[in-house]
């Protein structure tokens, strides 16, 4: 059983559109973190978030932690080819220290 | 600041062979993991330690060793080399893992024939 679903698997949009990308769980996480990782290289952390409800914002990126610390989403606005990549979720559910991934979302914007 | 070197890049084994993977990283970290990458599997723990002398073992610890001896170094043996075991694999440290997550090596491609 996955700890951490994310979805959608895959998506493939056009340059300028808008999309979010889901990260949810039954459990409770004491934080959420969300990686870009592109081909051939190791993840590259993007954002934690640490409270219920907390919103933080990275140029057109927006990262939401759910209230109940159970869900996390990430917003693009107005997509760029740079953008493309492998999105990942990750946590430590109540206060493990083992930090589990979700199977990530591979994003395509295509020019 | 080189922060976390992973050695060999690749690597081809044959069916029953050990080996062992490096990490090292000079950030003064505690936490330091092992991750493998498949494809539609996403990154999966093998093992982990919060600090040196300290390990513990993660989703898919089977036919893997770890020490951590010092801060700065946290190698994976593997012992008997299968197939099963052609992956890509991460290793990461951190500071503090919940309020800083994790920094990563380059990973290592390894296949087993």
């Known amino acids: 059983t996955q700890l951490l679903e994310q979805s959608p698997q895959f998506l493939s949009i056009q340059e300028g559109e808008n999309l979010t990308v889901y990260c949810n769980s039954s459990s409770v996480f004491s934080s959420l973190q969300w990686y870009r990782q592109e081909p051939g290289e190791g993840p590259v952390l993007l954002v934690t978030?640490?409270?219920?409800?907390e919103v933080k914002k990275l140029k057109r990126l927006t990262f939401q932690f759910g209230d109940a610390r159970k869900d996390s989403s990430l917003h693009i606005t107005a997509a760029q080819p740079g953008d493309t990549g492998l999105y990942l979720c990750a946590g430590a559910a109540g206060g493990s220290e083992k930090l589990v991934f979700g199977k990530g979302t591979k994003l395509t914007v295509n020019p | 600041n080189a922060g976390v070197t992973q050695t060999p890049k690749f690597q081809v084994l044959k069916t029953g062979q050990s080996m062992t993977l490096q990490c090292a990283q000079d950030m003064n970290h505690e936490y330091m993991s092992w991750y493998r990458q498949d494809p539609g599997m996403g990154l999966r723990l093998i093992h982990y330690s919060v600090g040196a002398g300290i390990t513990d073992q993660g989703e898919v610890p089977n036919g893997y060793n770890v020490s951590r001896s010092t801060t700065e170094d946290f190698p994976l043996r593997l012992l008997s080399a299968a197939p099963s075991q052609t992956s890509v694999y991460f290793c990461a440290s951190s500071y503090s893992m919940a309020d800083y997550g994790y920094t990563f090596g380059s990973g290592t491609r390894l296949t087993v024939v």
């Open positions: 978030v640490v409270t219920g409800g």
